[in-house]
């Protein structure tokens, strides 16, 4: 995510956070609504003295959350960048039922060599969703949006290009 911060604050104002369990520099995450009732809390402080609507945007662990805060929490949007869709890769851990309860507007950006979030899966969940959602797919990218630099040459492209591309996809999904 801390790649992100600058050009997301070319959008709006970023308040970035690390969960508790990664300030303690443990590589196992807290229970998930520990991690939940945390991110209410970073919320509750943003929202003070900013009457801008909130956009949620999270990489990975950070849009699972995100989801979740989302549906206790009014905010305008979501933004997941690299959805954790299977539990460890594995397509019988999906964890879906979040996004099918969710209302709130919901832009997933994934890569097709995303082993976490396979497009087949998460495009038919998708369809079972009941908030408006889109989907901005990197072609080549991998769980982190990043695409091999052989295909990046073979493009004539850089990886700026690409985060250029998804920056633009987050400021349409925004303005729609």
């Keep these: 995510m801390q790649r992100w911060i600058k050009s ?11 969960y508790p369990y990664i300030q303690r520099a443990q590589n196992r995450p807290d229970p998930l609504a520990k991690l939940v009732g945390f991110h209410r809390r970073v919320l509750a402080q943003a929202r003070q003295g900013h009457s801008r609507p909130i956009v949620l945007i999270g990489k990975s662990l950070g849009a699972r959350v995100g989801c979740h805060v989302a549906l206790e929490e009014a905010v305008h949007a979501l933004i997941c960048l690299g959805y954790p869709l299977c539990g460890g890769g594995d397509p019988a851990k999906l964890r879906a039922e979040v996004l099918r309860a969710l209302s709130t507007p919901i832009l997933f950006v994934q890569g097709t060599r ?3 979030c396979p497009l087949h899966l998460l495009e038919s969940i998708q369809a079972e969703m009941k908030a408006v959602n889109k989907l901005h797919i990197v072609e080549g990218g991998d769980h982190s949006l990043l ?7 073979a493009s004539g492209e850089s990886q700026r290009d690409v985060d250029q591309r998804i920056l633009e996809a987050i400021q349409s999904f925004l303005a729609s």
Excluded: K, M, W
Aim: aromatic residues 4%; without cysteine; hydrophobic residues 45%.
């Design 147 to 153: 695409v091999t630099r052989s295909r990046l040459r």
């Design 8 to 18: 997301l604050e070319t959008i709006g104002t970023v308040i970035a956070f690390d």
């Design 114 to 116: 995303d082993r976490l």
